[in-house]
């Protein structure tokens, strides 16, 4: 049975662990409302550019569509796959389900593609990948320290030239959307080549563009791309901060639960040693008389 002193100790840290897990979600409360501004500005914009992609592909001829090369879809042979994940851990299971995700989508399409490539946005997802004997391609480092959308140009830019060059005929995002501060969903999007749907309600009759309408798309395909990653990042980015708060939040009622249940032993022990010092003091007092 631990000693008085142990359990003294014991609650102690627990207290002390209590404290810094109820700090670090006061500061994840604070860094999700930002982040949740982020990405609640940014969906309007996203959508109404997609919508917008959309209506000016739909009415494009082949001809014009081809033009494009980003548009264009071709025989996949090689993929590659960007997981996004965070720098930091402790976030429950933010970084795990998104890992499990990318080996799950390896193994899935190992006979689908001749090549699987992985590239990394995020040090927790490079270490897990690695502790799972998975080679990336490459790790696009200092993205979380210091979020802007010219890092999500920059990594646009550079997946757009490897589907442009050839290297590799596809591309998939993988990344947590945000849904709430307690909702997160795994969510794996084609990012190369560019999807189009019909947009709703469009009609037969066409518009006069001006610049012309490959000049458009040529625009408008790489802002899109630009903006997907940007989104991707965002998204990321707060279910990471609402994943942290609600796992600081779980540990700092497990840690009360734990500090009441070790003040009870305690309490219990002590109670014991005292009756235990009162029985040698009555049993020497007989002895005496």
Known sequence: MP??????????SVKSTQQITKAM?????????????????????????EQSLNRIASRAGTDETA?????????????????????????????SNVVRRAQRFLVENADTYEEISVSTIGRKGRDSLKARKVVTRKDYTGVHAQLSFEKAHEIAGELSERFLSGEVDAVFLLFNEFKSAIAQVVRLKQFLPVETAPAEGTASVDFLYE??????????????????V???????????????MTAMEAATKNAAEMIGALSLQYNRARQAYITKELSEIVSGAESLK
Do not use: C
């Not at 006061?26 to 109404?48: F, G, N, S």
């Open 3 to 12: 000693s008085l002193r142990d359990i003294r100790r014991r609650i102690g």
């Open 25 to 49: 979600k006061m500061v994840a409360a604070a860094k999700l409302r930002r982040a949740q501004e982020a990405i609640t500005k940014a969906r309007p914009y996203a959508t109404l550019l």
């Open 67 to 95: 033009a494009h090369p980003l548009l264009d879809s071709r025989p996949v042979k090689k993929v590659e796959l960007v997981v996004i994940t965070s720098d930091r851990g402790l976030a429950g299971g933010f970084n």
């Open 211 to 228: 610049p012309s309408r490959s000049e458009l798309l040529a625009d408008i395909v790489p802002r899109h791309l630009d903006v997907q």
């Open 230 to 244: 940007w989104r991707a990042l965002l998204d990321s980015a707060a279910s990471e901060h609402g994943a942290r």
